[in-house]
C-alpha cells in the first residue's frame, strides 16, 4: 500500500508544480500590465551595457561598453532615449520611423523602424506591460534570484535572425528592472532600469525629430 501511495505521490507532484509555475507566470505577466499598461507615459532611467562572447567569458573580470542616459515612452508605440554618457545621442521612434541623432558628428540618420530597431521595440513592448507577449514569444519563468526578483525569459516564436532570448528581471512589486538581450552571435545587451516616473503629458512635438541647422541626414535604406 505505501509503495502504490509513493508512486501516485510521483505521478501527481509534478502536475501541481507544473500548474504552480503556471500561475505564477500568469500573476506576475498580470501584475506587469496593471503597472505598466494603463499609464499615459513614463520616464524611467537607464544603463546600457553590451558584453562581446569574448568578454562574457572573463566573467566579471570585464566590463563592457557602458552607456547611460533617460528612456521616455508614450503609448502605443513613441519612443525617446536621450544618452547622456559617454558622449550624447538621441534615439526618436514611433511606430514607422526611426531617427539615431549625433550631435557631435552632426549627422542624424533615418531608419524604417521595421528595418532597424528591434530592441528599441522590445523595450515599447515592456512598456506597454507586455500586453501581447503571448503572441511573438514563448514565456518561461525562471527561479528567483538572491534579491526575491523574478526571471522571465522571452524565446522569439516564430525565431528571430540576430537575437536568441530576452530575459527580464522584475521585482516582486512587478516592476521591471532589467533587460537582457542575448545575441545569436553570443553577445549581451544589458539595460538596467531605475525607478520610472510618470508622466501625464509631453510636450508638443516632443517625440519628433527637426535637425538643428548644420546636421548632415542620412536617409537608410534596408
Partial sequence: ????????????????????????LSTILQGIRNRYGTTSGLSVPYTREVITRSMSMLGNQAKGDL?????????????????????????????????????????????KTKDFGRELRLLSDIFRGLVDVNDSFKVALQEKDEKGNYEIVLVPDPPWQEIDR?????????????????????????????????????EKGFFDFVAPPGVNLILESS
Avoid: C
Avoid at 522584475?170 to 520610472?196: A, C, D, K, W, Y
Fill in 67 to 111: 552607456a547611460s542616459g533617460i528612456i521616455y515612452f508614450k503609448p502605443p508605440h513613441f519612443l525617446r532615449l536621450d544618452q547622456e554618457k559617454p558622449v550624447v545621442e538621441r534615439i526618436i521612434a514611433n511606430a514607422s520611423i526611426l531617427w539615431w541623432y549625433t550631435p557631435q558628428k552632426k549627422e542624424a540618420h533615418q531608419y
Fill in 1 to 24: 500500500m505505501r509503495k502504490i501511495l509513493f508512486m501516485v505521490l510521483l505521478l501527481i507532484l509534478p502536475i501541481n508544480s507544473a500548474t504552480f509555475a503556471e500561475d505564477t
Fill in 166 to 202: 530576452i530575459a527580464l528581471t522584475v521585482s516582486p512589486e512587478h516592476e521591471i528592472r532589467s533587460v537582457r538581450i542575448f545575441n545569436t552571435l553570443g553577445s549581451v545587451t544589458r539595460f538596467n532600469l531605475g525607478q520610472f516616473t510618470l508622466v501625464k503629458t509631453f
